[in-house]
């Protein structure tokens, strides 16, 4: 017979944690691009960059675009730039002008 210790079999009882998964810049744009019924090749258009462009960004192959492409995706997209490049709110870690 096996003798399990106490914690272990705590921990295989006890539930498990929820995982949270954070969604990606290329898959947010994606997401965004795909609800507004837009192609690749729309998106380019409408934002000034080549179809490739947006490609790479979706795929995870550029990471994050420039500043001035963020602020073109994020408009033609319906979001805010803060929330297409990061995903969540950003009141958090927006600076405030009490600081004097």
Known sequence: MQRVRPAAAAAALAPAAPQIRVERFGRRLRRLRLARGLSCTQLAYR??????????????????????????????????????????????????????
């Open 47 to 100: 934002v000034g960059v080549t179809e490739g462009a947006i490609r790479q960004m979706e795929s995870g192959q550029t990471k994050i675009a420039s500043f001035v492409i963020g602020l073109r995706l994020a408009r033609v997209l319906g979001t805010t730039a803060w929330y297409l490049a990061n995903g969540g709110a950003a009141d958090r870690d927006e600076p405030t002008d009490d600081a004097e």
